[in-house]
Structures are given as structure tokens and as C-alpha cells.
């Protein structure tokens, strides 16, 4: 029979008369301009009588970033940029509209796909990003450009007759393929699964063997393969895995902190820091437990970073000498006296500028859309050390940047600002 769907109830209150559909084609029935709510709809023919029901939700619009966005050295040359969008609503259009150094110019006109290739035999240590969604709203990201580190293939269980997870760490715009065989120079191998992870629900005979995950970042910019041995042996102790690495940074200082919930004849961290010329060298040590299979924790502070951008990794020897890299972690570090904050941060009516100290500096000070286009801008000599600043009346809802320069010292300072 003929078929009559309906909305009869939003957020549990029943619609009288209940809402239509804005048009029908085809047997696909469109509403327009619902509104974010729990909305129940029901659905019946006009032959047998019957009614179907179903529940649809829809959540409040959230404005876009690329706050997981990442960049890659790549193998051969150059390196591979990939933009990934979180929140706002697709479509989206993808472009590169900065860098650091900003010749030789990288810019892009904007493209549907979020991956870039960029090989003109010039050297860059990061990459700004701009994606626009299907609602007009665009959001910027900065990916610094790094070497990838990963621990390598790791396993929950070693045990026969037990369940066990074969894993490699998760990387954004990658793909994994899992091949098993039976010895580490065997020819011929089986493909087993093409995610992060390989999931065995029961360790048999007939499923020890040699698994390796093959990893292919950005289309091939980076590829990867590592190894395990399932032999259904519980007394091996598994290789080190490193479950957390991440920083700090505290009044002139950086604070690094990591957790290991494996370890097998480790000696020692050697905590990295990359220079200005873009290779990491030594900044300190921290011994490690050496055998475990609890978690441990471990902390190093390094009491001199150098002002600004600070990328740390950590290189973990065994007391063989062989060793293995963390991912990193970035850090900012900016004199104490040119430091600043933005209060409140989303921004109703207006927000106050904390430049930190009472020093006596001039500073030019913009608002900026996602387009990259000036708002607002005030010149202003700061007498104390805070400043009130109104909402301008022409600022929608949305992201914007501050961004302050000091004419004194010639500093730029950068603030993601959100208007509600």
C-alpha cells in the first residue's frame, strides 16, 4: 500500500499534528530544519494497518578543527601532509595556505582530498592547514613535520589456549595489512586481517607462527613492516611497550612523564630533543627497571628548552644495544615575561588579555577569521598587565584567532578564540 511517515514526538513531547516530510522522492522522505533533538518517528501503510517505529537523534551543530592533522618525512623524498577534520559536517575542502619557512611558497588552492604530497627538494618544520565544511565554517591546523616512530607489533597473551591481540600503534590516513606464515624466511604467507589490531579468540597449534603487519602512511609516503612470533610460550617475556609519553611545560621547565607496562632486559631512556636543524640529540638519562610486566612510571625534567618549539622522543636501549623511539611529544616554551592567556575562552560579551608582567610594552593586537582576514585591531602601550577587550558587534558564532605582536621585542603570540 501506499506509506505515510511522520515525526509524532520531539525530546518526548508529542507533535500535534505531526510533522511531515518537507518533500518525497522516490520513497525517500526529507525533513528540513528540525532543529538538535531526540525525535521519534512512526510509519504506516494503508493495506495491513501496521506501524513501524524508529528514533532519530540529532546533535547541536559543532564547528570543525584539525586538531589531529599530521605530517610525515617520507622515505624517499619530501613529505606527506594529512588533514583530518573532527566535528562540523562534510563535505569538506582541503587546503595548505602557510608554512614555516614560508619560501619556498607550499600554498594550495582548496581540493577534496585531505592528503598532500610536497617534494621540492626544500626542507619545512611545519605546515598551517585550513579544511571548510559544507556549512561554510573553516577551522585552521598547524602539523609540525616529524620522522614516524612506532614500538613495533605487541601482543596481550603468548599462551596456548588462550585469547590474544596482535597490535601496532594507530595512525591517522594509513593502512595495515596482516600476513601470517609459518617461519620468519617463508615465501608464502596468508592474509589475515587489515586493521590496527588481530584478534586470535584462541591460541592453537595451528595459529603459532609469524604475524607481520605491513604499514603504509599517506599512499605510500611511509612504509612499514613489523614482526611477531606467536608460539603459544607464556614464559616469554614480551618485548617493551610503551603505553604513554607526554609533557609539560612548567615555569621555564619541561616536564616529561612515560609509562612501560613491558620491559625485557632494558637499561636505560635517553631522552632526545630535536635542534634547530631539524636532528635530535641527548639532553638527559633515566635509568629503567630493566625486567617487568607491571606498569612503571618514569619523569625527567629539563630545566633548559629553548624558547619556543621544543620536540622531545625517547630512545630506549637494551642491555644488548639494541633500541627502539618513542613517538614525540611538542612542547611550547615562551619567556616567562612575554607570557600571556586569554580569559574567559569561549568568549560571550568580551575577554580580558593577561600580558603576565607590568613592564611597559606596545602591542599590536588583531582578531582574525579562519579566512585569515583582520576583524578587529588596536595599538595599544600596556600600563598594567591586563586588558579588557569587547566583542566586536559584526563577530559570529565561531572560531577566530588573536593574534598579538609586540613592537618591542618583535614577538607574535597566537590564541584560538571561540564566540558563542
Known amino acids: 500500500g501506499s506509506l505515510n511517515v511522520k515525526i509524532i514526538k520531539k525530546n518526548g513531547v508529542t507533535c500535534s499534528p505531526g510533522i511531515t516530510a518537507n518533500t518525497v522522492i522516490a520513497g525517500v522522505y526529507t525533513f528540513i530544519d528540525l532543529g538538535p533533538g531526540t525525535y521519534i518517528l512512526s510509519s504506516s501503510e494503508n493495506y495491513c494497518n501496521r506501524k513501524l517505529y524508529d528514533t532519530v537523534v540529532i546533535a547541536a551543530y559543532q564547528y570543525p578543527n584539525l586538531d589531529r592533522s599530521s ?17 562540523g559536517v562534510g563535505p569538506f575542502s582541503y587546503q595548505i595556505i602557510g608554512s614555516q619557512p614560508a619560501t619556498p611558497d607550499i600554498t594550495t588552492a582548496p581540493q577534496s582530498s585531505p592528503v598532500f604530497s610536497i617534494n621540492n627538494g626544500s626542507n619545512y618544520s611545519l605546515v598551517r592547514l585550513r579544511a571548510l565544511d559544507a556549512c561554510g565554517n573553516a577551522t585552521l591546523g598547524d602539523a609540525s ?54 584478534f586470535i579468540p584462541t591460541v592453537l597449534p595451528s595459529d603459532t607462527g609469524i604475524y607481520v603487519c605491513y604499514v603504509t602512511v599517506n599512499s605510500g609516503c611511509i612504509t612499514r613492516s613489523f614482526t611477531f612470533h606467536v608460539d603459544g610460550n607464556c614464559w616469554i617475556i614480551l618485548p617493551i611497550k610503551l603505553e604513554e609519553f607526554k609533557g609539560q ?21 635517553v631522552i632526545e630533543r630535536k635542534n634547530s636543524f631539524g636532528e635530535f640529540y641527548e639532553v638527559g638519562t633515566v635509568k629503567a627497571n630493566g625486567y617487568s610486566s607491571v606498569l612503571q612510571s618514569y619523569r625527567f625534567v629539563d630545566n633548559s628548552p629553548v624558547k619556543g618549539k621544543n620536540i622531545y622522543r625517547l630512545k630506549m636501549l637494551k642491555t644488548d644495544h639494541s633500541y ?66 569587547a566583542r566586536p558587534v559584526e563577530v559570529k558564532k565561531g572560531v577566530y584567532i588573536l593574534k598579538i605582536y609586540d613592537l618591542d621585542t618583535k614577538e607574535t603570540f597566537k590564541e584560538k578564540i571561540v564566540f558563542l
Not at 615465501?187 to 589475515?192: A, G, M, N, P, R
Not at 623511539?325 to 575562552?345: A, G, I, M, R, W
Open 145 to 198: 613535520i616529524l620522522p614516524l616512530a612506532i614500538n613495533g607489533a605487541v601482543s596481550t597473551y603468548n599462551c596456548l589456549s588462550q585469547p590474544t591481540t596482535l597490535s601496532v600503534d594507530s595512525l591517522y590516513n594509513s593502512s595495515y595489512a596482516w600476513y601470517k606464515k609459518l617461519e620468519i624466511a617463508s615465501t608464502d604467507s596468508t592474509l589475515i586481517g587489515t586493521g590496527t589490531s588481530y
Open 324 to 389: 627502539s623511539y618513542s613517538t614525540v611529544v611538542v612542547l611550547e616554551n615562551n619567556d616567562k615575561e612575554h607570557s600571556f592567556s586569554v580569559y574567559p575562552n569561549p568568549v560571550l560579551n568580551k575577554f580580558t588579555v593577561d600580558f603576565g608582567f607590568t613592564t611597559k610594552h606596545r602591542y599590536n593586537i588583531r582578531l582574525l577569521n579562519t579566512m585569515n582576514e583582520v576583524i578587529k585591531e588596536i595599538i595599544v602601550l600596556n600600563d598594567g598587565n591586563k586588558m579588557e577587550i
Open 249 to 269: 611545560a612548567l615555569d621555564g621547565r619541561n616536564l616529561l612523564t612515560w609509562k612501560t607496562s613491558m620491559e625485557e632486559n632494558l637499561d636505560r631512556f
Open 71 to 87: 605530517a610525515y618525512q617520507c622515505d624517499v623524498n619530501g613529505f606527506s601532509i594529512s588533514a583530518v577534520a573532527s566535528n
